[in-house]
């Protein structure tokens, strides 16, 4: 039988990948018993019996060869041993991160390990980390490489949370007379919703089988940016190696204090408070389109905050004689393109029509402008005038000449067009 060869007690004994515990001491292998590696003491140790009885439970150390699949490691009698066993991985409804042994079919044999600990996703490598109880730490290799994880909307009735994180992995075990490897996909799917704590976006992750009675938090190493379409995460410090597309949006709230934005993570639309600081403003006369890069800080729980690089880009025109911002998403069809609800101050003359945006209430903010229209021609700004003033576009010609301010502000969250006196 194949299996981990050990000594305990003087006795020559196998960790069958049957299941069961066989004495090899002799020329004829003989079943003395079984093993097990799950337990409610979740300490990772294996525990056996010979001949009907309990033996102490042996210390098992994990890891993952290139190919996935488990070697596992004990010392025994003063002398370590190791084997690798060819097998597939899943993560239970119970978050109990589980490895099954199969055979040279393919099939699962009885066996299985359990493998107790924390989860998370390293910074250089997106592997799949499992920080081991006891001491140790392994890691799943992805199946292709950069684009292993993905984040969906959650497509499993009974939940409430609207986030499913999958990520992708498959194990290749070879064995001895089989010509072909046999390829085993992991099942790592976690069904939660996107949250900001101690400083930093994490995976929630609810138990299947019992929703909100337990939660496994997935951590990050690497590095998030807020974009337009929501979020980018990063398998390296400097951010160039982008890995996760994380559905969101940034929202101008206004209101009283510093965090006039409210910011919207994956498809179970948790919501932050978020203030927005520029750092660079580029607006685009063609095609009323402009650039924002800064910082986003959102406001967690516990009280801290996550700052993160900020890229937003937007475009703008008039809706119902509001001008008004959209998310400028071109790609990747992540969402639908979203109102940023800025406000601001128009102000006209010489043919000339700009828009001074509002987005924050810190006093001493980068002013950001935009011009509206083709400034300098006039059939441009009879137009747009009267979209401003609400008025016809023959009586914005009489106005042509005039000197015009006029606001947009948000109250309760709507838009409302303050006008001058006399139009």
């Avoid at 006795?11 to 090899?24: E, F, N, P, S, W």
């Avoid at 997106?126 to 109880?133: A, E, G, R």
């Amino acid at each position: 039988m194949e299996g981990l060869r050990f000594t305990a007690a003087g006795r020559k004994l196998l960790l069958a990948t049957t299941g069961y515990m066989v004495d090899v001491a002799g020329a004829a292998e003989k079943v003395v018993g079984k093993w097990a590696a799950q337990s409610t003491q979740k300490d990772n140790q294996i525990r056996y019996t010979v001949d009907g009885v309990a033996q102490p439970p042996i210390k098992a150390n994990y890891s993952f060869t290139k190919r996935n699949q488990l070697q596992v490691s004990v010392t025994s009698d003063g002398s370590a041993t190791k084997f690798v066993f060819p097998g597939r991985i899943e993560v239970d409804s119970n978050h109990d991160f589980k490895y099954f042994v199969i055979d040279s079919k393919g099939a699962d044999t009885s066996a299985f390990f359990v493998l107790y600990g924390e989860f998370n996703f390293a910074d250089t490598t997106v592997n799949l980390v499992v920080k081991l109880t006891g001491g140790g730490e392994t890691a799943v290799t992805g199946a292709s490489g950069s684009q292993s994880l993905e984040t969906v909307k959650n497509h499993m009735a009974g939940f409430d949370a609207d986030d499913l994180l999958t990520f992708h992995a498959r194990t290749i075990n070879v064995f001895d007379g089989v010509t072909d490897p046999v390829s085993k996909l992991a099942i790592l799917d976690f069904l939660g919703n996107w949250d900001v704590q101690d400083g930093t976006i994490v995976f929630v992750s609810q138990v299947r089988s019992s929703p909100g009675t337990r939660e496994v938090n997935l951590g990050f190493a690497g590095k998030f940016k807020a974009v337009t379409a929501g979020f980018v995460y990063f398998a390296d410090a400097s951010g160039a190696k982008a890995v996760l597309n994380i559905r969101g949006r940034h929202t101008f709230k206004g209101g009283a204090g510093a965090l006039a934005w409210s910011t919207v993570i994956g498809f179970s639309e948790k919501s932050f408070d978020a203030q927005v600081n520029v750092s660079g403003f580029v607006p685009l006369g063609s095609g009323q389109s402009l650039t924002i890069d800064g910082k986003l800080a959102i406001k967690g729980g516990g009280g801290k905050s996550l700052s993160l690089d900020l890229s937003l880009q937007a475009r703008y025109d008039f809706e119902a004689g509001f001008l008004v911002f959209r998310a400028d998403i071109a790609t990747g069809g992540l969402q639908p393109q979203y109102d940023l609800m800025l406000a601001g101050a128009f102000k006209y003359s010489n043919l000339n029509l700009s828009f001074q945006i509002q987005y924050t209430n810190t006093a001493g903010a980068k002013k950001l402008t935009v011009a509206v229209g083709v400034q300098g021609n006039r059939d441009s700004m009879i137009r747009n005038l009267s979209l401003m003033l609400d008025i016809s576009e023959s009586e914005a010609k009489l106005k042509l000449d005039l000197t015009i301010e006029a606001r947009i502000v948000l109250k309760n969250g709507v838009r409302v067009k303050e006008l001058p006196e006399e139009q």
